[in-house]
């Protein structure tokens, strides 16, 4: 009996067939991480697409501001940083951000909440910026929901920011990310995020303008700056962590931190089993929903071997290196409402 490719990919099991040999979506299982989107060689899985709620806020003449998460890297030939705010302009957006300032806010709310809950609270903790991985924590291990950080995600952090100087802004984040679409639209947070796209969807408004990456100038007024390396890193497996622990470091040189970190959602639920039975007590884990990260996210483009190379590359240009460096520190007690 042959298995099928979207079958396989799901980490949650979400996927059966029904008496008839259809394939089926349990949807109380299902976390939106979107691999088997990506799997399916027939394309029979799309997720809801907001390219036409954006063109017509565009066209409407409102402030469009565009949030780009840090795995941008690589997913658009010859497209630099400096370049992707030119092209962003010609798509009709008001203004780009990068999505790694809130990266660093939310490393530095983790960073304390860690140094404050292990183990005096809870036994462990988890990072919450993937949603897919923190919505299957939280479902699969209801008793150790509580371990999962409550930070914001640096989507919505990155949305709040931007909304305090520009309240009347609507925001598009753009990213890897299937599951931001469910995060964006959940009643709990209020996210501030009015569109989500993927790289993949951005790629086919970039064609339908004709836009082409080869004449864009690339000024360096346009670079991204406002961010540390280490929020760049979030791009990564592995990354959230050492960005936590880099912060935690600063803040207390003395303290041991332990990390465990899984990708993939079958591996999320392995690392979770073992810390449910003690084995991580004290530790930081950093569960990722798709294999390697935000960069191989259901809505990318590029092969993610180059796209790790290329967002190291990213990582070194950073003039600052650590979250606690981030300038928009004092901001962080404004955002938490």
């Known amino acids: 009996k042959t298995e099928r490719p979207c079958a396989a990919a799901c980490g949650m099991g979400a996927i059966h ?16 991480c979107g691999m088997c989107l990506v799997n399916c060689p027939f394309g029979a899985i799309v997720d809801k697409g907001q390219i036409f709620q954006l063109i017509q806020s565009i066209k409407r003449g409102d402030e469009v501001v565009a949030i780009v998460a840090p795995a941008f890297i690589n997913q658009f030939p010859g497209m630099t940083p400096s370049k992707l705010k030119e092209a962003m302009r010609r798509l009709g957006f008001a203004d780009v951000a990068e999505v790694a300032i809130g990266a660093d806010l939310c490393t530095i709310d983790e960073a304390k909440d860690f140094m404050e809950e292990v183990p005096a609270k809870i036994p462990f903790m988890g990072t919450s910026c993937c949603p897919a991985w923190s919505v299957m924590a939280k479902k699969l291990f209801p008793q150790q ?18 909304k305090k100087e520009k309240p009347n802004a609507r925001i598009c984040f753009i990213g890897p990310c299937a599951a ?17 796209l993927t790289f ?9 303008k004709a836009v082409n990456f080869a004449d864009l100038p690339d000024n360096p007024e346009d670079a991204f700056n406002s961010a540390s390396a280490d929020a760049r890193g979030f791009a990564a497996s592995g990354g959230v962590a050492q960005a936590v622990v880099n912060a935690i470091k600063k803040m207390d040189p003395d303290r041991e931190v332990k990390v465990m970190s899984a990708q993939g959602l079958a591996d999320c639920k392995k690392m979770m089993m073992m810390a449910k039975a003690g084995k991580y007590n004290g530790y930081l884990l950093e569960g990722m929903a798709c294999p390697g990260g935000c960069i191989a996210g259901a809505g990318t483009l590029a092969d993610p071997a180059k796209s790790v190379a290329m967002l190291n590359k990213y990582k070194n240009e950073a003039t600052m290196k650590v979250a606690t460096e981030t300038p928009y520190q004092d901001s962080l007690d404004l955002l938490h409402y």
């Not at 509580?146 to 990155?158: E, F, G, H, K, W």
């Open 145 to 162: 929901a509580d371990c999962i950080s409550m930070a914001m995600t640096p989507m919505v952090l990155t949305a709040r920011l931007i």
């Open 200 to 208: 993949e969807e951005l790629m086919g408004l970039f064609e339908a």
């Open 17 to 32: 067939s029904d008496e008839h040999g259809r394939a089926e979506i349990d949807y109380d299982k299902c976390v939106s």
């Open 180 to 196: 931001k679409k469910l995060e964006a639209s959940r009643r709990s947070v209020r996210s501030e995020v009015d569109f989500v």
